[in-house]
């Protein structure tokens, strides 16, 4: 009889647990300066590295759904940092770009990630750092050639 997987195994579940450790301590890092959920700032940093762009090439760069990138952009929006613009060439797209507040709001978290990052090295042993990297790559890698798409679930023949 196989073992049950249990969920401190279970490599989903730890990249997650992981992330949102992480995630945490940056926000703690960065104080409440108007607070940015995760696609937020995603669509935030693709436009401040990419700008103008359209919520299709965030949604290919930064993994979003379109629904998580269309609030994103309202709330962004709203706040003052972007700019929609109808693309001359296609109606059915919106050209986005940073305001100059949200170009200076891009370059604030661009500092405090930086900052944050140099803290991680200094703190983290530098080999678990470059396992993890390298780790991260592969699987990026497999995910951007397609060879790693969401499985069909697949029958377990019975024993016989």
């Not at 590295?49 to 709203?78: F, H, M, N, Q, W």
């Not at 060439?89 to 500092?111: I, P, V, Y």
């Amino acid at each position: 009889m196989q073992d049950q997987l249990r969920l401190e195994a279970f490599l989903p579940f730890r990249l997650i647990r992981v992330a949102e450790i992480v995630d945490n301590g940056f926000t703690h890092f960065c104080g409440p300066d108007d607070e940015l959920s995760w696609s937020e700032w995603q669509v935030l940093w693709s436009l401040g590295e990419r700008s103008p762009t359209t919520a299709k090439a965030i949604s290919g760069y930064a993994g979003l759904t379109k629904t998580k990138i269309s609030r994103a952009v309202k709330v962004l929006e709203d706040k003052g940092y972007l700019l929609r613009k109808r693309d001359r060439s296609d109606r059915r797209f919106e050209l986005l770009s940073l305001t100059s507040k949200g170009r200076d709001r891009f370059e604030r978290l661009a500092s405090e990630a930086a900052a944050f990052q140099r803290w991680l090295e200094r703190n983290v042993n530098i080999a678990y750092l470059s396992s993890l990297d390298s780790g991260l790559v592969g699987l990026e890698d497999l995910v951007s050639t397609g060879h790693l798409r969401a499985p069909q679930r697949q029958t377990e023949e019975p024993l016989a």
